[in-house]
């Protein structure tokens, strides 16, 4: 799931090497936390929070996939 959060992201992003993803997993929830270039924040986030919530859309049907949960924060 972090390899398909990470390619998503930093397709949209104008700085993609600033984009750092972390993985943890606490029970059967998989916790993503996100960090963006300020720049990109407004990108990622997506008019709305539409473009975000199609990525946790993405991610979470992976995840059930997997009998799991996701969740994904995003901090710049």
Same mark, same amino acid.
């Given at each position: 799931? @972090? %390899?398909?959060? !990470?390619?998503?992201?930093?397709? +949209?992003?104008?700085?993609?090497?600033?984009?750092? $993803? @972390? %993985?943890?997993? !606490?029970?059967?929830?998989?916790? +993503?936390?996100?960090?963006?270039?300020?720049?990109? $924040?407004?990108?990622?986030?997506?008019?709305?929070?539409?473009?975000?919530?199609?990525?946790?859309?993405?991610?979470?049907?992976?995840?059930?996939?997997?009998?799991?949960?996701?969740?994904?924060?995003?901090?710049?």
């Amino acid at each position: 799931m @972090k %390899e398909l959060v !990470e390619y998503l992201v930093k397709s +949209l992003a104008d700085h993609p090497e600033e984009v750092v $993803l @972390k %993985e943890s997993e !606490e029970d059967d929830t998989v916790i +993503l936390e996100l960090k963006i270039a300020t720049d990109d $924040l407004g990108k990622i986030i997506g008019k709305n929070g539409n473009t975000i919530n199609a990525i946790r859309t993405v991610v979470q049907t992976a995840a059930s996939s997997q009998r799991k949960k996701a969740k994904l924060e995003v901090t710049n």
